[in-house]
């Protein structure tokens, strides 16, 4: 048939250090590099599923130095996404609590973005002896705020992470379903 093409916006928020470029470069080329610096960028990458081509545009953020005087997340972001995958470690409670407080920026931000699809994932899930949050807790909090849910860790695995992109693409397509 004739199928038109799909194109998808997903936003990478969350704390420093949680493992969102981690993320990004696993999807993008199946790799754990390790060192990945503070650089923010917008990636295009072409994903084949279910014999389709979806184009998948990933905005990798970086978290503000400063978030007293500046709001975690923009409008032109949030209005940009047409999904968020919003990340934070197993091992640091802090991280959690960003991404709480983002959810509920996010739910704020206007009527538009307040239907916006978020998968909440809980990164490095290799580090066990190390975890600061439980599986429960953040499994809870994703149910409690109308979000998927998923614990992965990029350093190990690739699949947890492709299952994040497809699950993200799921939910965007139902939410355009319903525009
Ligand atoms: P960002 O600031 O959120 O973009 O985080 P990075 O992707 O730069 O990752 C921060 C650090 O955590 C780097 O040293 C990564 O190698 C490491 N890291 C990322 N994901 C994992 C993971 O799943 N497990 C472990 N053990 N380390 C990870
Ligand atoms: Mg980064």
Aim: net charge negative; glycine share 6%.
């Amino acid at each position: 048939g004739n199928q038109h093409k799909v194109e998808a916006n997903v936003l990478l928020l969350g704390a420093e250090n949680v493992g969102k470029s981690a993320l990004t470069v696993r999807f993008l080329t199946r790799r754990f590099i390790g060192e990945y610096g503070d650089i923010e960028s917008i990636y295009s990458h072409i994903d084949k599923i279910d014999g389709r081509e979806i184009s998948f545009n990933i905005w990798d953020s970086l978290y503000p130095q400063s978030c007293e005087t500046t709001e975690s997340i923009s409008e032109k972001q949030l209005q940009w996404a047409d999904g968020v995958i919003l990340v934070y470690s197993i091992c640091d409670r802090s991280s959690f609590e960003v991404i709480r407080q983002q959810v509920q920026l996010i739910r704020q931000m206007g009527k538009l973005s307040a239907s916006v699809p978020i998968i909440i994932v809980g990164n490095k899930r290799d580090l066990q002896h190390q975890r600061a949050v439980s599986s429960e807790e953040g499994r809870l909090f994703a149910l409690s705020a109308d979000c998927s849910f998923f614990e992965i860790s990029a350093a190990e695995t690739y699949h947890g992470v492709l299952l994040v992109f497809h699950e993200l693409l799921e939910l965007i397509k139902e939410s355009r379903a319903l525009k």
